[in-house]
Structures are given as C-alpha cells and as structure tokens.
C-alpha cells in the first residue's frame, strides 16, 4: 500500500514537473515551453526539446503566463497604471479659482481620482460675489462638471509612474451651465421730422440661461500631497448668449452668429483623503 502511494507521489511530481507553462504574448501568440524567470524586464524560458537554450521576451509584449501548475501570472502593461504606487497618496482635492472674483464670481472645485490617470472634477460658482466690473449687478450661478484624462509620455522607461495620482498635464471634456440676471439697457435714436436728433434709454432686470460643451487643456502640480495649483484654458461651442458678448461669468460664450464659448482659471487647493 505504501509503495502504490509512493509511486503515485512520483507520478503527480512526474507530471508537475514536465508540465508546459504557456507564454500568451499581446497579439495572441501562445508560446509552449518552460518558464524559468520573470524579471523586471524580461521573462526567460527554455523549449522542452532544447533545455540548455535558454530564450527571453520582452515583458512588454506579454500579456499573462499560464503556469502548467494552473497559476496565472498577469503581467502589468505599465507602471503608470499601477494603483499600488499611490497607496499613500491622496485621491481628493477642494478648489478655489484663484482670480474669479476679479471677474465677478466666486468658484469651488472638487476633484476626484479614479484611478492612476483618470478623474472628474464638478465646479459650483456664485455669480455676483466680486467685483461687479460690467456694472449690471449680476446674481446667478453656474456648474460645471468635467472629466479629466492625464497626459503619459511619449515613451517609457522601467518602472517609471506619476509623481502623484492628480499631477500632471491634462485635456478634459467639459460641459457648462449659468443661469444670472442683470443690469439691461437699451438704447433708442432718431430724427424727428424737423431733421433734429434724439436718443432715449431705457434699462430693466434681464435674465439669461448659458449652456457650453468646451474641450479643455491644463496642467496640474502638487506639492508635498498637501496644497496644489490647476492652470488650465479651454475652448468649444456655447448657446444663450444672444446679444450680450462675452459676459465673463465663468465663461464667456459669444453671441449666437459665431457660438464659440471660452473659459481659463488659476485654481488653488488643497488634497486629502488617501
């Protein structure tokens, strides 16, 4: 009984042993042999019929290794993708834009990672609080809610990741929408019928609804994951404006013959949540 268990022993070992491991490449290509290493640039691995060759592959043209043990080996893409790197980092951000109230407003952001080179951001800005530089006393609001895709180099080398989960150059698609009212005028002239000229005025509260789907480019540092700066500018299509150019409430969109909408900002703040 002993012997008939020894022998089965060996037979399973046997068969552990000899047991081809797969190398399945990014193009699909599967590759029967015989695994002897994984480094951090390289798998190395022998054919059964030549054991003394020993062959490598670059581990960027490998997509997992399926052991003849039946353990399955995902081989990361890129380090930049590796959550792992930003265990200790935080994922949150709050925002001020820094010089909206020059313009009339006061602006908060929040931001959230998604992960290693997503994120999406949503502003809430009060118009009205700050300079009144058009002199219409505009009250409103706006929002806006984007979603950001942060740049990667042109090529890689070992290892290599963000410095931090929310730093970096961006482009993020962004809609918008303002509701305010305002200081209007309007101006009447003419001649009468002695060819003598006359100009009347005449104002009221006026409203107005804005809507913009712009396409927007910055770049965003942090510093000591404690306080960052967001530099951006963005340009797309926008609808509302009518006849009332370029009120700067948060963005600008001109008037409905040429709907180009506008927006740009210097954001301050502060990150948190790990």
Not at 163 to 180: C, Q, V
Not at 211 to 238: N, P
Not at 243 to 254: C, K, M, R, S
């Amino acid at each position: 009984m002993k012997s008939t268990l020894l022998l089965a022993f060996l037979f399973i070992l046997t068969l552990a042993a000899t047991a081809q491991d797969k190398i399945i490449k990014n193009n699909a290509e599967i590759l029967n042999c015989k695994v002897t290493e994984i480094g951090a640039n390289e798998v190395k691995y022998y054919y059964a019929e030549s054991p003394k060759l020993i062959f490598g592959i670059d581990k960027a043209l490998v997509d997992r290794i399926e052991f003849g043990t039946g353990e399955v080996i995902e081989i990361e893409e890129n380090s930049f993708r590796n959550p792992e790197y930003y265990v200790n980092q935080s994922k949150n951000a709050l925002k001020i834009n820094f010089l909206s109230p020059l313009f009339g407003t006061t602006e908060f952001v929040y931001e959230k990672s998604l992960k290693p080179g997503r994120s999406w951001e949503t502003a809430l800005g009060i118009v009205g609080l700050g300079n009144d530089i058009d002199d219409i006393d505009p009250r409103g609001i706006y929002g806006k809610f984007a979603y950001k895709f942060m740049r990667t180099p042109d090529y890689y080398m070992n290892k290599m990741h963000y410095s931090h989960i929310l730093k970096g150059g961006y482009i993020a698609p962004e809609i918008a929408f303002r509701y305010m009212s305002f200081d209007g005028y309007s101006y009447n002239y003419y001649y009468d019928s002695s060819g003598y000229y006359h100009g009347s005025s005449s104002s009221g509260r006026e409203s107005q609804v804005t809507l913009a789907i712009m396409l927007k480019f910055g770049k965003q540092w942090v510093f000591d994951d404690a306080f960052l700066v967001d530099l951006y500018w963005g340009v797309g299509y926008g609808v509302g404006a009518h006849d009332y150019d370029g009120l700067p409430y948060g963005f600008i969109v001109a008037p409905d013959d040429f709907p180009i909408a506008l927006t740009s900002g210097l954001r301050i703040g502060w990150v948190f949540g790990k």
